[in-house]
């Protein structure tokens, strides 16, 4: 069997060790020759760097292991790049966060004003590591999981239209499990029918390999306890923040009781009510700083310390299989259906041809081939009409260094009341993006 190239674009991210140990757990469905990390922070990046390096001494001696700043380097000769980039890192999270908060509306990491700003900022940065691909490898393709997923695939749709990016994301797989929990099924067992935006969606279907139907079931189970399970599912989404965002599915649901929603709806929906229940002081940033980036770096610590990985602290961050299960489509043609963020092009009948969407796909080695979702009902299609155009006039503003257009975007969001309001924040986000954006005029 080939053995594969990998490089993972953002090292130095907290989420390296799990999914490099996740990797590890699955070399006998992706054997790896080599992987590399590339990150641009050199120092954060070598803490991680030289931990992994003694961990996978020790558990995959055979596997070339480096870590870089440098882009030649890091993408020569590689087969897969796997990217996770925050361009600003929590500091700039956490400006995203509470800047809106100050103005009375939601700060959240991928929606409304924050997802915006993060997104101004991850389009140059997606680019970068795009361009590097294709000069050192263009044969790689690149699994790009990087926030905030909608505003970079249409960046990647506008910019490099000819890119082999792939654009997924962790949240449906993280819900489907706990949806396997809810019917005590194994989610690799189950096959979903599923419409929306990233991070903006709705599950119109949950099956079974011989073709039972559980949605109802589910959406039983979710009217009372939204998607709160009593066994967790993966230690990502276990803070008390998450647990929150769980139990609200079920206010999300009462909205529209057909379809299943992803759990990011209940911004759009009831941005009143997370207002309201935000700390402008202590957001959801402050919450990962203080667990899972001093978890991480602390276990870096002692492995280096120790000069041993055994009992070292890292985990595998198992949910994130899908990423093996993505390349793997790609290197083997497995057809594996999975969820991912592709240009429509009449996968949603009654929705643009030219809107990035999420939806079932069939996954080969040219490629996700979009499984068609019919037409889909006009709430839903007018709520998706709104985000998606905020989404490409972020793009647009980005592109032209257009203030009118990022002040119309803000304007457009289901998450901010007024123009007046959206201008405010519009300014303030300027001034703290000053590093990162483009100039706007």
Not at 135 to 163: F, G, K, Q
Not at 272 to 299: C, I, L, Q, W
Request: net charge negative; with cysteine.
């Amino acid at each position: 069997m080939k053995k594969f190239s990998v490089v993972i674009a953002g090292g130095g991210s907290t989420f390296t060790p799990g999914i490099v140990m996740m990797m590890l757990d699955n070399m006998d469905r992706f054997p790896m020759r080599e992987l590399v990390l590339y990150d641009n922070d050199k120092e954060r990046q070598a803490e991680l760097g030289e931990a992994l390096e003694i961990l996978l001494k020790e558990q995959a001696p055979n596997l070339r292991f480096s870590y870089t700043t440098d882009p030649k380097e890091a993408f020569s000769d590689k087969d897969f790049c796997m990217a996770h980039i925050r361009v600003g890192k929590y500091d700039m999270r956490e400006k995203d966060e509470k800047i809106p908060l100050r103005h009375g509306v939601i700060g959240q990491e991928t929606c409304g004003p924050g997802g915006i700003a993060y997104g101004m900022r991850s389009i140059t940065g997606m680019m970068e590591i795009i361009d590097h691909m294709e000069t050192y490898s263009p044969d790689c393709w690149m699994l790009n999981y990087s926030n905030p997923a909608a505003i970079v695939a249409e960046a990647c749709r506008v910019l490099r239209p000819d890119s082999k990016v792939l654009n997924i994301c962790d949240m449906p797989v993280g819900t489907l499990r706990r949806m396997s929990q809810i019917i005590e099924k194994n989610p690799e067992d189950l096959e979903v029918r599923y419409f929306g935006l990233n991070h903006f969606g709705w599950w119109t279907s949950v099956k079974d390999k011989e073709g039972h139907e559980y949605i109802d079931q589910i959406r039983e189970y979710v009217a009372e306890n939204g998607y709160l399970t009593k066994v967790e599912v993966d230690k990502q989404h276990m803070d008390q923040s998450w647990q929150e965002t769980h139990k609200k599915a079920r206010d999300i649901l009462a909205v529209n009781p057909h379809f299943l929603p992803n759990t990011y709806l209940k911004y759009y929906l009831y941005p009143d009510y997370e207002v309201a229940h935000s700390d402008p002081d202590y957001t959801r940033a402050n919450e990962v700083m203080d667990g899972r980036e001093k978890e991480v770096f602390t276990a870096a610590r002692n492995i280096v310390k120790k000069g041993t990985a055994v009992e070292g602290g890292f985990h595998i961050d198992s949910h994130a299989s899908f990423i093996v299960d993505l390349a793997r489509a790609i290197a083997f043609n497995t057809h594996e259906r999975m969820l991912m963020i592709v240009e429509n092009n009449g996968a949603i009948a009654n929705f643009p041809d030219d809107a990035m969407v999420e939806v079932p796909c069939i996954v080969g080695n040219d490629g996700p081939e979009p499984l068609t979702q019919g037409e889909i009902p006009a709430f839903e299609k007018a709520l998706m009409f709104q985000q998606v155009t905020v989404e490409k006039l972020v793009v647009e503003a980005y592109i032209e260094g257009s203030y009118l257009k990022l002040w119309q975007a803000l304007t457009l969001s289901k998450t901010i009341p007024s123009a007046k309001v959206a201008k405010d924040i519009l300014d303030d986000l300027i001034e703290a993006n000053k590093k990162y954006w483009p100039e706007l005029h």
